[in-house]
């Protein structure tokens, strides 16, 4: 009797140490459920952007390939010139552009950007525009 009673002694406790164990698997899947609630919301954000942006990549491209064929030489100015020109343009065959286009938020890579900060380039909007076409 005395032996039963030590074996299911032990077996009692290696069970309360699996609920233990299960609840803390518990604990940290509620805690990864409510982060990931939060990134749902955050990826469905993303998503409608996307979707809105979709619509007027062809047309981004298209500005963006003339800006760094033809504009590079050209001073900030005469660039914003000519890109209203172009846009205009567009807007006149029906063709949908994005409402706020910008080189730098069409083709820029803020890491690449980051980097050309720290070695000294520019923060302004022309300057990225030029390492950009350079890049």
Not at 15 to 34: G, S, Y
Not at 83 to 112: A, E, F, I, Q, R
Request: with cysteine.
């Amino acid at each position: 009797m005395q032996e039963r009673h030590t074996i299911k002694k032990d077996e009692m406790e290696i069970l309360e140490e699996k609920i233990i164990d299960v609840q803390l698997k518990i604990q940290r899947a509620d805690k990864l459920l409510d982060g990931l609630s939060g990134e749902k919301e955050r990826w469905d954000e993303q998503k409608d952007v996307l979707e809105r942006e979709m619509h007027s990549i062809v047309q981004d491209m298209m500005i963006s390939s003339g800006i760094i064929s033809y504009l590079g030489p050209y001073t900030q100015k005469y660039r914003a010139e000519i890109v209203k020109t172009w846009s205009n343009m567009m807007s006149d065959k029906m063709v949908p552009l994005s409402h706020s286009y910008s080189l730098v938020k069409c083709l820029g890579d803020p890491v690449d950007m980051k980097n050309w900060q720290m070695k000294d380039l520019p923060p302004d909007t022309f300057s990225t525009e030029n390492g950009i076409i350079m890049f």
